[in-house]
């Protein structure tokens, strides 16, 4: 059975369940994405991975921390591309991020030790950048998840061809229309705004598991009889005329370089409390000497 993929939408669409840090609650557990998201894309050198830029991002956090920042942030690396690690930050707007940007700058303690945290962090880097996304509800479907308990993003990015944006728009609304018949389907999509090339969209499916990743080809089968013979076919021609370009990559949230909600942490300490390898392992050393010591 093919994937998505093949018919344009990767299987972002066909997976399902999107929703991309706190804004507001919709229902019990699941969190609504936020109207504006800042992503930063830190790419590492060969061998700065894992332990050593976990370090690194540590400072980041107990700054913050020690700040009692109210601004947040998600951190996930990459399980497929080229190694990198992608912080999500959420706003209610661009002016929140502008309030956001001043009130740090005003803060003598923090910046100082941001700018300490981002000098060591910046020997570990090959490249950095960053982008702002704005959420387009038009082309989501039931948007919401339960972000605490979550695992992993599967992001597809999708770049339209100039003067191709009402193929698009046809195309995305056609996925839409389908998997409304199909109860579990939902996803959120955002478009870039700022920092990447015109007629960006990502598409962003979190999952608990990936497991879910191999249930979800049944989806695909019942998405292609909702569309018939030629509603596929359609989608074949307004694939081919309005994309670019398209790819997807999986990425697992990284617990110890992000600085999430107390709400996220009191759902599920266990995993945002999680110590990285070495630290536990110094901890229990610690613990077994003071057992002897006894």
Known sequence: MKRL?????????????????????????????????????????????GAIHEKSEGAFVQARRAAKWPTHYLAMDSLSGKPRSLFFTAYDSFEAMEKDALATQKNASLSAALDRAGLADGELLSEIDMGDFAFREEYSLRPGADMPHMRYFEISAFHVRPGHEKDWDTLVKMYKAAFEKIPDAHWT???????????????????????????SFAQGKQFEAAMGEEGMKK???????????????????NPRMSYVWDEWVKADPAFWKSKPAHAAAASKKSEEKSETKK
Do not use: C, W
């Open 189 to 215: 999509t955002y478009e870039a705004v700022y920092g990447r090339t015109g007629g960006t969209y990502i598409v962003i499916t979190p999952m608990k598991s990936t497991s879910e990743i191999d249930r």
């Open 5 to 49: 993929t093949e018919y344009v939408l990767v299987g972002s669409l066909l997976l399902g369940g999107v929703s991309t840090l706190v804004a507001q609650e919709k229902s019990e557990g699941a969190h609504m994405p936020p109207k504006v998201l800042n992503v930063t894309r830190e790419y590492t050198k060969p061998g700065k991975s």
């Open 235 to 253: 989608l074949g021609e307004l694939s081919a005329a309005s994309l670019e370009s398209s790819e997807t990559n999986l990425f697992a949230f």
